[in-house]
């Protein structure tokens, strides 16, 4: 198996962490699964051998991009998600 990466899943993953950690409640594993699977749909693939590669050769303005654009992607799963809760998915 090849030892490679989407960058954006450590991204998304960080924010997601972030979020359930300043939420009033913590977001259960389905919740987070199903937030970074359209979440990451919505971001382009940015495939990696190794992150640390990764963050030394994106400029601050890339960077600040890419989590402006994974931000942008979880804000939209999370309405999406939200507006149709799982137990109304499994219908």
Do not use: H
């Amino acid at each position: 198996m090849l030892n490679i990466n989407n960058y954006y899943e450590r991204l998304v993953m960080d924010q997601l962490w972030k979020l359930g950690e300043q939420a009033d409640q913590p977001f259960s594993q389905a919740f987070q699964e199903d937030v970074a699977c359209l979440a990451l749909n919505r971001l382009p693939p940015c495939y990696v051998r190794n992150t640390i590669d990764k963050g030394i050769n994106v400029s601050e303005a890339q960077y600040l991009e890419m989590v402006a654009a994974v931000n942008s992607a979880i804000e939209q799963a999370i309405r999406q998600v939200t507006s149709r809760p799982r137990q109304d998915r499994e219908q």
